[in-house]
């Protein structure tokens, strides 16, 4: 991805028209966010009886600003080079906190108080965050998913159901006018922001946070002092999320303790629409603002053209991708650079000039090694075990460390676990979804990517089978390998939205789950119907002499997954593309062929997940396989893969896969409250990481 | 150039989109404009209980009055707010929700209703006062089902607590009254208490997971708020006789009805574990009719009647001793007293089977099936 920006450097020469060719082009995630949102704005004014008021306006503009705020802190990660899955907790936090601390007697408090208060404990999450992230140099995925776990459990301690009270100076202030009957007070709070925002990027910190995002290790060599820059970006996202829960609490004017955390994937859209690159070093804050604002006005656009109820997560899906592909009508855009290479594929196979029309002759280099050293001991000593694998091994341990370490917490506080085999089957068995999806979630992340349309296609996949077999063996032997395809053409579609038309995986991958939502909808007619046939049961849930049949698959899947990673092309060739896409494709690796298999794969699997699972509880049912979605993450990172690619082991995932589910069995057999489970599991995973965290170089 | 190319492009896409659906003619002038603010499609209880709010709507009553259209929010307050916000903007005369939060919505309905939109909120509340507001008590739903287990055990066992999502109203009244009887009987001892998300494949999870260090036999009764269905036929699993099944008091799925039954009635479509079984059971439910009835009320206070703002429905409880087969599952059916569904009509055991109401005769099982409403 980071080729357009090289290529546009080398081809500017020193005449005035490419540099201003380059200074739109730097701008056009901003630019493009901008026309999505004033097209959309007009699709809504045109359509919509009767013209837009101000009324109307100050009601879209302070709808949209929590999310708005939200995705400011997030952009600011995302330009470091980082990703912060704690934003949703924090707002909820500050709104619990805000709410449930306020006097109820009291209806003039003070805003800019209140406001602080909000700003400073967004502010301390951050600093929570940044601390392990800069200073202990531990994986932001992994650091900011136990902070989200920590601050929900923190949360609900604070207030276990909906309510509170927040002053209603607070709502006038921010819910009113600047100037009444022209300016609503929240887009004067944006345009502060953005203000702010423009003075920071200038600053030698803002500059800082770019060089960070674009490479870290020449930001270190050109003497910044990263670690205290990436401090200071998770202290100020934190504090834009303090922000944007102050926003929440005078919006909503009481408390909920859920209200944040839905908005999490909402979050991300918002980023990557406004231009941003995950990953670092390319975007704004501003463009991120009308991408939140983008996502908003989808609700307006679906209400105005009465899109049926099954068809919103279709429609918000293709609102999505067509608000992206926007990027894709530019000359050098993904999609155009795709269609000249066809074209010059094509030019060259009518002249005869492709490669292996060429004739074939072994050109491989010649390097020394144990088969050409007949007789000469001396110059090749293969190393050892340990060394050979001391990168792998120091990677995957904790994770095992750990386990066996929750292991005997669970003996000491359940009891029959260390000698149980009883524990170990059901706990290989309730692995054993997870030990699947990291294989297909794990490809994903080590080519650098991620696959956010798990849920869906588990859910999908599920409930056709279920549909199709209606408890008959018999029906299994077609059902089964039709959604195991229909599982990979998934994959195949989020792999081709990727490759060809460029769109990053985030949001391709967010969009196919909102179509496959509102395809299992519109199949299932809102209630599933069918259930797993007898077969699929005994496999599932039997216990012939102790021992599960699904506990088998277990140990083959993990020999396999072993073997495809490690041992065939197909995974050196994953391994290349997460170490560097642009050096892979120089080497003659077809990265688009391979990144679009890793996706089918990855949907292979979460179809294989979706069979398990009506197996396993007898029959499927919507949304099953929401719960799998941050899990299917947190384990690959957790064994000691790296999320921006390129580092990454299976049996580490499968020591995350066992940590992650013996951790939540032993919480499910206290009758510890949820709030003290959420709190325990998130620092449970944040010391399993420590011993993960990156040597300084 | 490019500027203008992206413009026209996204020009484009905006026309391409308008002509995807037909946009809605005025022929309708005289209807009310009520709209339908769901939360969450993705699970089995909205979706019905969205069928039963199309059911009603289309009913011979209802239909030459009822302009009815449904939006989904999704999980997340901030779209709830923005959609309500859209749909009093697009001239509501009411709007019916499914509350995401109790708290969130208060200044948009407050606006709504300085506005004169009626703002109708079914299963859950909203607490701001113009707001009608048509549920059960969640309170007496803990109470009188940990009532109910703790009679059966006799005062004296240990019990599994499944909950719902934690953070919601809902689950934290019921789960705290139940809590509250259980701390009143010394005997009753919670040996593991979990999260259930209201899902049965959660529930099965997490039975799972307590189970891992436990077996069935040491254990006396469970408390689900969803799962009863699911926890019997992980008991039948593992061995246990269907006479062994251990007092659940859980939800109103159809399946954990059918397993109501005596052993041997006869039941069309039904294969173990969705099938008579005479299984111990309270079975409770917030009501999916709840959305329908939210709708016959709007347009009840839109035609100039009384409508109380709150509305307490009756906790729909079925027994053993209650428990009672539907022939086809007519209203009249219904009223005539029976409560549980055919498998061969309703496959999914997991489906909400308490969807009876002395109040709507407009719906019967077709409405919450297909969303069709009754003759």
Known sequence: MNSSATEQAVKQPNNEFPKKRMRLGRHRGL???????????????????????????????????????????????????????????????????????????????????????????????????????????????????????????????????????????????????????????????????????????????????????????????????????????????????????????????????????????????????????????????????FGAYILMMVVNVLLVLNISAYFATIAEGVILILAVLGSSVSRDSILAQHIRDLRSRIAAFMAGTLPRKLGSKNTRLKLPGITDTKGQNNTVVVPGFLSRHAETLRYALPAYICFILVILVTQLVLGNALFSWNYYNSLIVLSSFLAILALGQGTVILTGGLDLSIPWTIGLCGILLAGMVKGSDEALIYALPLVLFIGCLIGVINGLGIVFLGISPIVMTLATNGVLQGLALIYSGGTPDGFSSPMLRWFMTSKDYGVTPVVFLVALLAVVAVLLLGRTPFGRRVYAIGNGQRVAELSGINVDVTIVLVYALSGLCAAIVGVLLTGFSGQASLGMGDEYLLPSIAVVVVGGALITGGRGHYLGMLGGVFLLTSLLTLLAGTTLPYATRAILFGLVVLGAVIALRERRT | MRLVSKVASIAMIAIFALGLTSIPTDAAAKKYKIFLSMSFIGNDWQAEA??????????????????????????????????????????????????????????????????????????????????????????????????????????????????????????????????????????????????????????????????????????????????????????LESGKKPADLMPCAGEGANGGRIQMLPIGTEVEGASSPYAPLNAPRISYASPPYSGGYALKLAVAKLDGKDVPQEIVLPLPIVTNETIQLCNEGTWAEMKAGCNAFLPSIVPNPGWFASIFSENTPEIGLNGALVGQPEL
């Open chain 1, 31 to 289: 630019i493009i966010a901008l026309v999505a949102f004033t097209s959309l704005f007009l699709l809504v004014d045109i359509i919509s009886p009767g013209p837009i008021s101000y009324f109307e306006i100050s009601f879209l503009s302070s709808g949209g600003t929590t999310l708005a705020l939200a995705a400011v802190g997030e952009t600011i990660v995302i330009l470091s080079g980082g990703f912060d899955l704690s934003a949703g907790a924090v707002i909820s936090l500050v709104n619990a906190v805000v709410a449930s601390n306020m006097d109820p007697t009291d209806m003039n408090a003070s805003v800019p108080l209140w406001t602080f208060i909000g700003i400073c404990i967004g502010a301390l999450a951050g600093a929570f965050n940044g601390f392990f992230i800069a200073f202990l140099r531990l994986q932001p995925i992994v650091v900011t998913l136990s902070t989200m776990f920590i601050v929900q459990g923190i949360t609900l301690l604070v207030m276990d159901k909906p309510g509170g009270f927040v002053s209603p100076s607070l709502g006038n202030f921010y819910m009113g006018d600047a100037i009444p009957e022209f300016l609503p007070m929240s887009i004067i709070l944006l345009g502060v922001v953005i203000l702010l925002w423009l003075w920071i990027k200038n600053t030698r910190f803002g500059i800082g946070i770019y060089a960070i995002g674009s490479d870290p290790e020449s930001a270190r060599s050109t003497g910044l002092r990263v670690d205290w820059i990436r401090f200071g970006v998770y202290v100020l996202a934190g504090a834009f999320y303090g922000m944007a829960g102050v926003f929440i609490s005078a919006q909503t004017g009481s408390g909920d303790p859920l209200v944040g955390n839905p908005l999490l994937l909402q979050i991300f859209a918002a980023v990557v629409l406004g231009g941003a690159r995950l990953g670092g070093g390319r975007g704004g804050c501003v463009g991120s603002i």
């Open chain 2, 50 to 235: 969205a069928n039963m709010v199309k059911a009603m709507a289309l009913h011979k009553n209802l239909a030459d009055k009822v302009d009815l259209q449904i939006q989904v929010a999704g999980p997340n307050a901030q779209r709830q707010i923005q959609q309500i916000n859209a749909m009093v903007q697009a001239g509501a005369d009411a709007i019916v929700v499914y509350p995401i939060s109790p708290t969130a919505l208060n200044s948009v309905v407050k606006n709504a209703c300085a506005r004169g939109v009626l703002i109708f909120a079914y299963d859950g509340s909203i607490s701001e006062p113009c707001a009608y507001n048509i549920s059960i008590d969640q309170l007496e739903a803990g109470r009188v089902t940990a009532e109910w287990l703790v009679k059966k055990l006799d005062g004296k066992g240990d019990i599994i607590v499944i909950t719902g999502v934690p953070g919601v109203s809902v689950d934290t009244l019921r789960t705290k009254a139940a809590k509250d009887v259980f701390a009143k009987h010394p005997g009753i001892n919670i040996v593991a208490e979990s999260v259930g998300m209201w899902s049965q494949a959660v529930a099965r999870t997490e039975l799972s997971k307590i189970l891992a260090t436990r077996n069935w036999d040491s254990i006396d009764g469970l408390w689900m708020q969803v799962g009863c269905y699911t926890a019997n036929a992980m008991q």
